[in-house]
Nanobody
């Protein structure tokens, strides 16, 4: 059972990036999947979550309208589309999963984590 993030990198302010979270060993059915970000010396922050039962989503206020969480058709991959990024979006981005039908962005609710992917927003 493993989550693997990819898609991070360097992007200019105002640009876009798509992160992927691919699961191996199980499918996302009956799970909630969230994306978190973390910068040095700060706590991990939940920014988007999606429920596998009905694809209901919830976002942290600062990313609403700019970031989109979604499933791939196979439900073995979750994407986070980042648009109109700013330098403040620079962070390590993690995906996480919990076997529950909930929309929570508290990292203590999640037991499965990926290794993270670095996103750097800079001119």
């Amino acid at each position: 059972v493993q989550l693997v993030e990819s898609g991070g990198g360097l992007v200019q302010p105002g640009g876009s990036l798509r992160l992927s979270c691919e699961v191996s060993g199980f499918s996302f059915d009956d799970y909630a999947i969230a994306w978190f970000r973390q910068v040095p010396e700060k706590e991990r922050e939940g920014i988007a979550v999606i429920s596998s039962s009905d694809s209901t989503t919830e976002y942290e206020d600062s990313v609403k309208g700019r970031f989109t969480i979604s499933f791939a058709d196979t439900k073995t991959t979750v994407y986070l589309q980042l648009n109109s990024v700013t330098p403040e979006n620079t962070a390590v981005y993690y995906c996480a999963a919990v076997y529950a039908d909930l929309l929570r962005r508290d990292p203590t609710d999640y037991g499965l984590w990926g290794q993270g992917t670095q996103v750097t927003v800079s001119p």
